[in-house]
DNA sequence: GCAAGGTC
């Protein structure tokens, strides 16, 4: 009779490999599958003895999708998806992977899952317990889940010691992802790309995707084009006092390192100018060092390899991948910096000491000592990357040896002494200010030797006393500027994925390649990630209607939740549900609110932005923006892909290159047509958002709130509602203005309703002062008539006076457009609403009767 | 044509 059978799973083929040389002691024999199959006689628990087959997955075995159903872009509504069923299918449908699995597990009797010891891999285990039938046919004694944290012989036999069973929730964590990430990637994908296919003749773009990772990717990317192209440079000044010492010039550092203020910086110059003597206040000496680096994982390898070595994630992985399928380096994709304590290092050092580049340094490592590595972190998925053979230039070809040269640099520096140095900073006093001077000398490279690009600098210092007094040979005023960041480095947008949990190991080069591809961003020199038309308006977009969209916060909000699903907290359809509840939600607001994002694509898709003329300059970035007077006439800041709605039916002029004290943005003039059309200023960024709560708008197009500065309750601004406001509207709750533009047909408008007051005609020069009636409280108005046509006597032109009060004004002027007569609606809480709250603040007495235009 | 996660 033959033994029972145990068939064991590992997540990729090297695994299974590992697993049955250990157990086996290398004494298996196998033969080729869609995975290779290790087969060996052994014990299996408590001293069965029985005959092993060793094989594996090639990661996942099915990948998640939508019904055939659902697959018309055009007959399904993206809507529908978030309630549409999903199906599994198989990953790799050429490997065959489920019917190798069925063929090899007909006949065993356990099994045992040595997936990897994480989510992904847990889930892998389920996968594989419905392609072997142990689901169905066995009991659940039958399959075992092995738990190791690396593959190394220790690890692997006590885990076989240590058999569990595997953890469900874990894998229902990762079905709730997939379906969360499928449902709503694909539904804003087909939603996006639809709205925006063909609808403008420059957007080339055959898929708009959106993605919760790489989504935000591109968001990191579009947030530092921001930063640059809305910096304003500020200039700073620093004191530089220079000394002589033993015949070097020695230039000093300022405690306070640098100011903004000019005239502070120049005062303290004075005072270091005039006093005479510097004094040597205090000299330290520190012993320092630069710690060599922890263990080589897979995400520092791809930053050095863009940053350094000037190659693309894919790019990175594809040749690491061939470097250690050749045997040159070990398993480039871990997230270990930690090396197993087990592991040799001697044999690695043994290898390098054969090659002409290193010989030299492996072997003083072997003969004199190597250091320990730092301790770094442990994930238990595979060891850092290292070099397993010596290698050459002629035998792996230029790009995989600069790579490979790295992986043995850091390899070496990793295991090498610190570089250590002793750094002295000698203190002065002159003039009340404190400033340093710094030397750095160095006593032992360590690690530098063999990564020469971290070497530390150094800087020599002529020697001083403590209570020397020197001469000071000048004091520099140096004035430098404050510039701009750069472009995101794809280096840093690495870090700031890893950081923010966006994406893993594996799949970061997969999203940023995909915002590449996708021509959402391009790469430039350096390896700088420069986004593109369609990137920025993209993410400006979000930004207009939920900003949660390509923020990394969304990433952490699904991982939060399935995190739940794991622990066996909640259940996992629950979650699902709930999640695509939320996202349902997020999905109807931004199909709502698409025009938003419409706007952005219509500025920069069909040329608006270059064909619009230059106007007003924009607060934020003191750029100029275009005017675009088609409608809806709006203000388009091309920097920071900002649109700001105007009033509709009138034409738009620069006013003055006056701006708004609230904002910087330079108020633009609304004038209506016809010799009685009033005008207004506002500012465009206040029209767009009012800054002050419960004032009152004029009804807009496009979504703006339309504040314009005879609204605003600015205390001091000299076209607010506060200075400008001469006295309550007789027609409607709003406040007359002087029409600052309407000269020389003077007027008084309404800032609320059509009602129009025309002031004494022809006059000179009309103002609004700061005085107020003591009657009526109106503000007083100061007129400069014109000489010839002046009423007053003498020939005197200036009058000043209340136009409700005074007998002169009060005769010269005229109401139109007034379908009542002069009677003010309501009581006597009339009129203190939200506009005129602020107006003339003088309480009851705005219920005087003489405050309206009765007995005109 | 679409997501993100495995591995090759």
Known sequence: MSPPRVLMVAEKPSIAYSIASVLSRGQMSTRKGSTDVHEFDGWFLSGIPVRYKVTSVIG?????????????????????????????????????????????AAGCNYLVLWLDCDREGENICFEVIECTGFAQKRNRTQVYRAKFSSVSEKDILSSMDNLVTPNRNEALAVDARQEIDLKVGVAFTRFQTAYFQGKYGNLDARVISYGPCQTPTLGFCVQRYFQ????????????????????????????????????????????VQGDSSLKVTEISERKESKARPVGLNTVNLLKVASSALGFGPQMAMQLAERLYIQGFISY?????????????????????????????????????????????????????????????????????????????????????????YVRTKVTFSVGGEQFHCTGLQLTAKGFTS????????????????????????????????????????????????????????????????????????????????????????????????????????????????????????????????????????????????INNMDELFEARFSQLGNSGRPLSKCGKCIRYMKYISTRPPRLYCNTCEEVYHLPQNGTIKLYKELSCPLDGF????????????????????????????????????????????????????????????????PECDGTLMLDPLSSPNWKLFCNSCS???????????????????????????EVDFNKKTTPLEDGATLHRGCILCDQLLHSLVVVKHSRKTFMRRGGSGRGRGRGRRSFGGAGGKMVDPKMSFRGF
């Open 450 to 593: 063999v990564m020469p690009w971290l070497a530390v600098a150094e800087k020599a210092l002529p020697t001083f006393e403590p209570g020397n007094q020197l001469k000071i040979s000048k004091v520099e005023l140096h004035e430098g500027t404050t510039s701009a960041p750069d472009y995101l480095t794809e280096s840093e947008l690495i870090t700031l994925m890893e950081k923010n949990g966006i994406g893993t190991d594996a799949s970061i080069p997969v999203h940023i390649n995909n915002i590449c591809e996708r021509n959402y961003v391009k790469v430039q020199p350096g390896r700088k990630l420069v986004p593109t038309d369609l990137g920025i308006s993209l993410v400006r977009g979000y930004q207009c209607i939920d900003v949660d969209l390509c923020l990394p916060d969304i990433r952490s909000f699904i991982e939060q939740q399935i995190t739940l699903v794991a622990k066996g907290q909640v259940d996992h359809s629950r979650v699902t549900r709930h999640v695509l509840q939320q996202f349902k939600q997020k999905f109807s607001y931004f199909t709502k609110h």
């Open 666 to 729: 330079e108020l633009v003039v609304f004038s209506m047509p016809g010799p009685e059309g009033k005008s207004f200023p506002l500012c465009p960024y206040c029209y767009n958002s009012p800054p002050f709560e419960g004032v009152s708008v004029l009804p807009s197009k496009g979504g703006a709130a339309g504040m314009p500065c005879s609204s605003c309750p600015h205390p001091t601004c000299r076209h607010s509602l506060i200075s400008q406001g001469v006295c309550a509207c």
């Open 755 to 781: 009602c129009l007051v025309m002031l004494p005609q022809g006059a000179h020069r009309i103002l609004t002062t700061d005085d107020r009636c003591p009657d009526c409280d109106s503000m007083i108005m």
């Open 228 to 271: 640059l192209t809305t910096f304003k440079p500020e200039k700073f000044w620093s004191v530089r006092p220079y000394v002589m010492q033993l015949g070097y010039e020695v230039q000093l550092e300022w405690e306070r390192q640098r100011l903004f203020d000019m005239d502070v910086a120049m005062m303290f110059q004075k005072l």
């Open 60 to 104: 996942h075995v099915f990948s998640l999708d939508f019904p055939p159903a659902y697959q018309d872009w055009a007959a399904t509504d993206p809507l529908a998806l978030f309630d549409a069923p999903v199906v599994q299918s198989e990953a790799n449908p050429k490997a065959h992977i489920r019917r190798h699995l069925s063929n090899e």
């Open 332 to 420: 480039p994709r871990t997230e270990s910096t930690a090396y197993p304590s087990t592991f040799d290092f001697r044999s690695i050092l043994v290898a390098l000491s054969r090659s002409p580049t290193w010989g030299k340094f492996a072997e003083n490592l072997l003969v004199d000592g190597f250091n320990m590595p730092r301790p770094g972190k442990d994930l238990g998925d595979h060891p850092p990357i290292t070099p397993v053979k010596s290698a050459s230039e002629e035998l792996i070809g230029k790009d995989a040896w600069r790579l490979y040269q790295y992986v043995c640099e850091h390899f070496l520096g990793s295991i090498s002494s610190d570089c250590q």
